[in-house]
């Protein structure tokens, strides 16, 4: 496989390639940089990848380069990196929601720049992403399309869209989502607490619970409503929950909220 580039060393870079660390990925054919040389370092020492001189340095290296920082500092990369940048071999993957593939070609000044668009989630850190995907079209090779696949199943696993503007939805319903799942199992564990369990106890049993409930999602192909009915027994204390849920306007709070994060993203100001 091709080498790999980060340029940015922060939060998001770490969670996936300590991912593809616990995933086994062959983590030498990876290449940091970031402005911060005490960032990159660190993060070379930790995972063990190689650190590039510069972002002129690791383009030269590397054919896969992540944007792995805020989309306002796109435009000063672009201007570092444009002329290192060579349309048939290289392939940018943007990670800043809001960013368009034609954005990034404008910066770029090449009109057919490969460009992926990316949205990883920070269960990445643990091997267990959720990234959603989508290609410039008609500039990506088969294989370099089934090396893209490979990169980012090093950290969990990868959805290709059909359409860019569905990267929005994507920052609700994948990139932001663990959020709102962690105040879940926050309250869940509080509960527990409450009722009289040690606090660790309950967490890890809350935890389980939605990692089970959700592996049930994903592998039984049933609509989650009818798997809801099926812990619902006649009279029993499941849909007592499910009414004082129903009652507080759950169901509702997690749509709005969700809804918000998406025009959030779609109208992020840069």
Same mark, same amino acid.
């Given at each position: 496989?091709?080498?790999?580039? &980060? ?8 969670? =996936? %390639? ?7 990925? $062959? #983590? /030498? ?110 500039? &990506? ?8 696949? =490979? %990169? ?7 959805? $290709? #869209? /059909?359409e860019e503007e569905h990267m929005d939805t994507l920052v609700s319903i994948s990139a ?95």
């Amino acid at each position: 496989m091709n080498k790999i580039g &980060f340029i940015g060393a922060g939060n998001v870079t770490k969670a =996936i %390639i300590t991912g593809m660390a616990k995933n086994k990925f $062959e #983590l /030498d054919r990876i290449y940091v940089n970031s402005k911060s040389n005490e960032s990159k370092e660190k993060l070379s020492l930790d995972l063990m990848v190689k650190c590039a001189k510069n972002n002129v340095d690791l383009v030269k290296k590397c054919k896969y380069i992540f944007f792995s920082i805020k989309s306002q500092h796109y435009a000063k990369v672009f201007n570092e990196i444009k002329d290192v940048i060579d349309p048939e071999r290289h392939v940018i993957i943007s990670l800043a929601p809001g960013y368009s593939i034609e954005e990034c070609r404008e910066h770029a000044e090449i009109e057919n720049l490969k460009v992926v668009r990316a949205m990883p989630n920070i269960p990445s850190l643990v091997g267990e992403g959720m990234t959603g995907i989508y290609y410039a079209r008609n500039v &990506f090779t088969d294989e370099e399309k089934k090396e893209i696949e =490979i %990169i980012f199943k090093g950290f969990g696993e990868v959805q $290709e #869209l /059909d359409e860019e503007e569905h990267m929005d939805t994507l920052v609700s319903i994948s990139a932001s989502s663990p959020a709102y799942v962690y105040i879940m199992i926050e309250a869940m564990g509080d509960a527990g607490v409450l009722t009289g369990l040690p606090r660790k106890m309950s967490y890890n049993l809350a935890a389980q619970a939605v990692m089970g409930a959700a592996k049930m999602v994903k592998e039984l192909d049933v609509h989650p409503g009818e798997l809801k009915d099926s812990v619902c027994s006649p009279g029993g204390t499941t849909i007592e929950a499910i009414k004082v849920l129903e009652d507080r306007g759950f169901r509702s709070a997690l749509i709005e909220s969700m809804l918000a994060c998406y025009k959030k993203a779609k109208n992020l100001k840069r």
